[in-house]
């Protein structure tokens, strides 16, 4: 049998500090994933997803449990994100850097993905910070509306409203670039 | 924002019921927009799910103990000074909190005595004088209109030696003034005296001083 999530951050409250590497493990594609799409910065989304966990394991005591454990995680990993931006904005470190290109990324198809791939990160990037954030819980994370309602506190007809007026925006970029999507 | 805009987003991402789908796509064969909508999100999703995170780096965390360790490694990373200090101060707020008393008797040596309330003091210990109280109302309002009496003779001696001072400057201005005119008189006197001399010196062509002033009524004409 799997533990869940709530019974692993109990066994590491009771002093098993093994069973949290379970949990980091489990989750750390996910909010990886989460933070290199907000961040849309390698080395800022890896070093973030450190402390995201950090900062998880040093307040397991106050996750009380009458939410799931991954929207209290999402809404930690989502704070640390806008803090890291919110640094960078003041520090200007450059926005862009996309992950390393493999070695055999000469081939004529696999530039092009590459190029189609960087449009739509500039376009999401662009996007005002909470439609942004609706959208890649949805698209990349797989929330339902109500798990994205409930990790950002609103209601769950704000979070549908604000992931269609996101796409509407993305759309109005991405095509009026020709062959873009 | 429209309710089939929130309808077409649970459509999009299949979490409507399948009879509120079956009633959405009723909708969407009689709305173009909806249907347009659909066809380019379609598109949109395809174009944002190209973004793989290909690898995920190694997240590695150095975590100690439980989370309460957090506080001793903090504790270990401050400086000897600062534990020894901070460790005086939290003694002392302990004593203090449980009214700790310490005393010497050459016999007796060291004694301490704790309590959770203050307690009276200790016979024969010494006991520090009754400092005053306080001022009675009258007191202060004798203060208060002295130190206004006080305030108001100093502004006042401020102004007049102001006043003191610019009537000087105007006196010494006024003498410059006036020597100023006088020299300037006296020199034009001496001037017009030197001219009056030189006159006197030549060879006069009028006889009577009616002579000097008036002309002859046929000279010249």
Known sequence: ?????????????????????????????????????????????RDTTQEIFLTVYRNLRKFRGDAKFSSWLYRIALNCCHNRLRERALQTVPLDESPPVPVDASAHSQVERQQKIERVRRALRALPYEMRQVIIMKEYEGLTFKEIAEI?????????????????QLRERLLAVKDAL | MSDHHEQLMEYLYQELSPEEARR????????????????DFRRLRQALAAW????????????????????LALWRAFPIWMRLVTAAAAAMLVLALFNVQMSYHPQKG??????LWPRAELPGAPQPKPR???????????????????TQRETNEQMAAQLQALAAKLRSENE?????????????????????????????TVSTLAELFWEEPNSGY
């Open chain 2, 110 to 115: 060291f004694q301490f005595s704790a309590s």
């Open chain 2, 176 to 204: 410059r003034l006036l020597i100023q005119m006088a020299n300037t008189l006296r020199q034009e006197q001496e001037e017009r005296l030197a001219e009056l001399e030189d006159q006197l010196g030549q060879p006069s």
């Open chain 1, 152 to 168: 950002l506190n609103i209601p769950v007809s704000t979070a549908k409203t604000r992931l269609y007026t996101g796409l509407d």
């Open chain 1, 1 to 45: 049998m799997e533990w869940t999530d709530e019974q692993i951050v109990q066994r590491t409250l009771n002093g098993e500090v093994e069973a949290f590497g379970i949990l980091v493990r489990r989750w750390e594609k996910k909010v990886y994933g989460l933070a290199y799409r907000m961040l849309g910065h390698y080395e800022d989304a």
């Open chain 2, 24 to 39: 959405f796509e009723d909708h969407l064969g009689t709305c173009e927009m909806c249907q347009k909508d659909l066809a």
């Open chain 2, 132 to 150: 005053p109280v306080g001022l009675t109302e009258e007191q202060v309002t004798a203060l208060i209109r002295t130190a206004i009496t006080q």
């Open chain 2, 52 to 71: 793989d995170v290909e690898e995920v780096p190694h997240i590695s965390l150095t975590i100690d103990g439980s989370p309460s360790r957090g506080w």
